[in-house]
């Protein structure tokens, strides 16, 4: 993503007036979709004047952007805190995967987020999947050569699989009503029960 295109702020009450506008986007962008939100309903919605939008923003697309990319930064983080210290591929599966369906509960307007970008620009849809991608592949080529992963497998379209898998498991997630811990293991284990007898030796 090209920085120049925002600006983060500088100040506390800056930081304040930021983090409103981000809100305000991430809320309007999930209900109404990227094209059908302008700039002067998130300043009117954020309550804002128009010249603070632009002390941050250049456009809109500048702040779809950033909200992509902080919550691909945001995923990230999840999940490599939900692996951990944890050695195998086998179990940073399982831990990454619980990880994300947690983050999906927890904050649902992610994939609405996410989802819409194939329409709002498809090279920043694209994007965002490949580079995901890149690196799922750089470790599964890591779990291959320990013999962990089948070698006969083309790692990256077992990377989409898995993402795929992470996804659609996601929305299992996100049309329930409740969600315990005890049904994050369950579905887990569902899972990792399929990649067992699939991807690994």
Not at 32 to 44: D, L, P, V
Not at 121 to 141: C, N
Not at 174 to 179: E, G, I, M, N
């Amino acid at each position: 993503m090209d920085q120049m295109n925002y600006r983060l702020p500088k100040r506390k009450d800056g930081q304040k007036t930021f983090d409103q506008i981000i809100e305000t986007a991430k809320k309007l962008f999930s209900k109404n979709g990227y094209q059908a939100t302008s700039i002067n309903e998130i300043i009117n919605k954020a309550g804002i004047a128009t010249g603070t939008f632009y002390l941050y923003f250049d456009d809109k697309f500048a702040l779809y952007s950033y909200l992509l990319a902080k919550y691909r930064k945001s995923i990230r983080k999840a999940i490599s805190e939900g692996i951990g210290d944890s050695k195998t591929r086998y179990e940073k599966e399982r831990l990454g995967l619980r990880a994300f369906l947690k983050f999906a509960w927890q904050d649902p307007l992610a994939y609405r987020i996410i989802w819409e970008s194939m329409f709002a620009d498809k090279a920043l849809f694209r994007e965002y999947y490949e580079t995901f991608s890149h690196d799922y592949i750089r470790q599964l080529h890591h779990a291959v050569d320990d013999g962990e992963v089948r070698e006969d497998l083309d790692l990256e379209t077992l990377s989409y699989i898995l993402m795929g898998i992470s996804n659609f498991v996601g929305l299992q997630i996100l049309f329930r009503d409740t969600l315990t811990d005890q049904d994050l293991d369950r579905i887990t284990e569902q899972v990792m029960k399929v990649l067992k007898s699939g991807m690994f030796n």
